[in-house]
């Protein structure tokens, strides 16, 4: 990571570093536009990078993977690292479907984890979180930290203000987000959310529940359409 790189957040600097910094990012999309183009209709999930291998989050994660290859057909789409993220990826991939993954540049290295056949790596968060929420048909939240908690309520403040379609937000880990769910209706009854916002979410331990919720909606409002085939005179790959 480039130590230089928070200075952009200090207010004003040189115009050329300003102009540099610009399309900086706007290369960033690029790539990412380019490396999930053909990813096809995908759910992308989020989650902790900390559980490990056993731990019933991260054996969650691997069967919600596995049941969005196997009974949607879709793409699992995650942040590519470890954690949560693997084992969605993992689900995925050991049941024959797409995963892909979005990688983050840290000053601790987040290495890609091996369940990908696809990924790209982005050095800016803000980029990252476009790339995942643009590809997406749904999204499923299991237990996290402050990530999770930014990718989740981003998107679903662009869910609740129309910024995207209604697409279906599936919370899994009950035990985990309890006093969030009552957190929630806290707010509704303060008047800071509407209480049809409440409905936006569907909380839920079961897999079956989660991908059925995500299967109704799809087939009542989109038609998903085929991956699309790269041009070859783009240099664009599958």
């Given at each position: 990571?480039?130590?230089?790189?928070?200075?952009?957040?200090?207010?004003?600097?040189?115009?050329?570093?300003?102009?540099?910094?610009?399309?900086?990012?706007?290369?960033?999309?690029?790539?990412?536009?380019?490396?999930?183009?053909?990813?096809?209709?995908?759910?992308?999930?989020?989650?902790?990078?900390?559980?490990?291998?056993?731990?019933?989050?991260?054996?969650?994660?691997?069967?919600?993977?596995?049941?969005?290859?196997?009974?949607?057909?879709?793409?699992?789409?995650?942040?590519?690292?470890?954690?949560?993220?693997?084992?969605?990826n993992r689900g995925a991939k050991e049941a024959g479907g797409h995963s892909v993954g979005c990688n983050i540049v840290l000053p601790h290295e987040q290495a890609e984890n091996p369940w990908l056949y696809k990924f790209v790596i982005i050095r800016y968060f803000f980029v990252r979180?476009?790339?995942?929420?643009?590809?997406?048909?749904?999204?499923?939240?299991?237990?996290g930290g402050f990530g999770t908690m930014d990718e989740f309520f981003e998107t679903l403040t662009l869910v609740q203000t129309r910024k995207?379609?209604?697409?279906?937000?599936?919370?899994?880990?009950?035990?985990?987000?309890?006093?969030?769910?009552?957190?929630?209706?806290?707010?509704?009854?303060?008047?800071?959310?509407?209480?049809?916002?409440?409905?936006?979410?569907?909380?839920?331990?079961?897999?079956?529940?989660?991908?059925?919720?995500?299967?109704?909606?799809?087939?009542?409002?989109?038609?998903?359409?085929?991956?699309?085939?790269?041009?070859?005179?783009?240099?664009?790959?599958?």
């Amino acid at each position: 990571m480039d130590p230089r790189e928070p200075v952009w957040l200090d207010g004003p600097r040189q115009r050329h570093f300003e102009l540099f910094f610009a399309l900086k990012v706007f290369w960033e999309f690029i790539r990412g536009f380019r490396a999930l183009h053909f990813v096809g209709p995908s759910v992308t999930v989020f989650g902790s990078a900390r559980f490990k291998e056993g731990h019933r989050y991260y054996e969650s994660a691997r069967l919600i993977g596995r049941r969005i290859a196997e009974d949607l057909g879709m793409t699992v789409m995650t942040g590519g690292g470890p954690g949560i993220m693997e084992a969605a990826n993992r689900g995925a991939k050991e049941a024959g479907g797409h995963s892909v993954g979005c990688n983050i540049v840290l000053p601790h290295e987040q290495a890609e984890n091996p369940w990908l056949y696809k990924f790209v790596i982005i050095r800016y968060f803000f980029v990252r979180k476009v790339l995942l929420v643009k590809y997406s048909y749904a999204f499923v939240i299991l237990p996290g930290g402050f990530g999770t908690m930014d990718e989740f309520f981003e998107t679903l403040t662009l869910v609740q203000t129309r910024k995207i379609h209604h697409f279906p937000i599936v919370v899994m880990g009950m035990d985990y987000y309890r006093p969030l769910q009552e957190y929630l209706r806290f707010m509704a009854e303060q008047g800071t959310i509407s209480p049809e916002d409440m409905k936006l979410l569907l909380f839920t331990d079961d897999p079956a529940e989660a991908t059925e919720h995500i299967r109704q909606y799809i087939s009542e409002h989109y038609r998903v359409e085929r991956r699309r085939k790269p041009v070859w005179w783009l240099f664009e790959k599958a």
